[in-house]
């Protein structure tokens, strides 16, 4: 039996030999796949040594090749010839890409160097639209595109959580959201509601969004946008850093829980988000806001709502954030004052949850 993963860990679980394996860069499909994103449609063209260049970079990856293909196209609008497009593809694609290690490791680097292309390429356009329609916006668009590190794989993601994490009209955030889509570092799509309006989102692959989180953790900004997502639902917290958050962490005992007031995430505005309704423990978890979690789990108003709309796997989900967080390791390890208290606290009230579903 074959079968086809990403997850080293899946492949081991199957009880698999675990290879790597690419197509042939030159073969049919990869030229197929590049000339249908460069030219937008399929295009019998001669190989040129510069695209034969582009093509052995993507090691027949098929995001790299739409990355490339798409960055083509963007530059063949500049310079009007694919000829001299390809060229200069290729020549600032040498330059930055080490090219070393073994074909995993090569085609990684090679899709990375991709994208950092693709956002330089993207920042005249960024620059452009900015003049036009909101000249003071003080993030570029390489800071736009790490701050959806903070996304989950392969999840479908409405413009409207966009627009309040970048602070950007609904309408400008979708204008951005768009600039990424033409250069294939994410996928536009419109779903259905309940009341039968459509509503546009974007779903980022995991190879982009591995990209986005080690740029967010590069930057050191992970944490923020965080915090900056759950600021455009309800306001009042500043962004943390890690160092401030262990500071915390270090100290805190039942009482600073107790004396934490979670903000109104039960309120009628929030529970018509699914979003962030569904997303929320793991946000404040990855934005270092683990007190709030925490007083969050102990408030039965969230408990109830949380419930009612996401039944007792969504609380359990919730809880799991707290498990894993910082908060939870240290009360395990008794490095807080009351530590049994808060650990006993938390599964009381999972426990409670669960007999009232038995």
């Given amino acids: 039996m074959a079968i086809t993963t990403r997850s080293v860990t899946v492949a081991l679980e199957a009880g698999c030999i675990v290879d790597f394996g690419a197509r042939d860069p030159l073969g049919p499909v ?30 027949g990856l098929p995001i790299a090749l739409s990355v490339a293909g798409c960055a083509v196209a963007l530059l063949v609008r500049t310079v009007a010839s694919f000829e001299r497009a390809c060229n200069i593809y290729a020549v600032e694609f040498e330059e930055r890409n080490t090219g ?40 570029s ?28 009209d609904e309408k400008f955030a979708l204008d951005v959201a768009k600039l990424f889509c033409e250069m294939s570092l994410a996928t536009l ?27 967010a953790k590069e930057q050191n900004s992970s944490f923020t946008w965080h915090a900056e997502l759950l600021n455009g639902y309800l306001g009042g917290v500043p962004p943390a850093d890690e160092r401030r958050v262990a500071d915390t962490l270090s100290s805190c005992s039942s009482d600073d829980i107790v004396a ?6 039960w309120c009628a505005s929030i529970l018509e988000d699914r979003y962030i309704h569904d997303n929320l423990a793991r946000h404040l978890a990855c934005s270092g806001q683990y007190l709030e979690l925490a007083a969050l789990l ?8 949380r419930f009612k709309i996401g039944g007792i796997t969504a609380l359990k989900k919730d809880f799991q954030c707290l498990e894993e967080s910082q908060l939870y390791m240290n009360c395990k390890r008794g490095k807080n004052g009351q530590s049994e208290e808060i650990v006993e606290g938390f599964k009381m009230i999972l426990k409670a949850a669960i007999a009232f579903v038995g």
């Fill in 30 to 59: 990869s030229v197929g796949i590049f000339m249908a994103y460069a030219f937008g449609c399929k295009n019998d063209s001669p190989l040129l040594p510069s695209m034969t260049k582009i093509l052995s970079f993507c090691g």
């Fill in 298 to 305: 102990m408030d039965i108003r969230w408990t109830h709502v």
């Fill in 100 to 139: 070393l290690g073994d074909e995993r490791t090569r085609i990684s680097s090679s899709l990375r160097t991709g994208i950092l292309l693709s956002l330089k390429y993207l920042d005249t356009e960024f620059s452009k639209w900015k003049a036009n329609n909101s000249p003071h916006f003080e993030h």
């Fill in 141 to 168: 668009v390489s800071d736009l595109y790490a701050s959806l590190s903070v996304l989950s794989n392969q999840l479908w993601v409405p413009i409207s959580v966009l627009s309040r994490m970048w602070k950007l």
């Fill in 189 to 215: 799509s419109y779903r259905n509601l309940e009341d039968g309006s459509e509503k546009p989102g974007i779903t980022v692959h995991d190879l982009h969004l591995d990209f986005c989180r080690r740029r």
């Fill in 260 to 265: 934490c007031s979670p903000r109104t995430w």
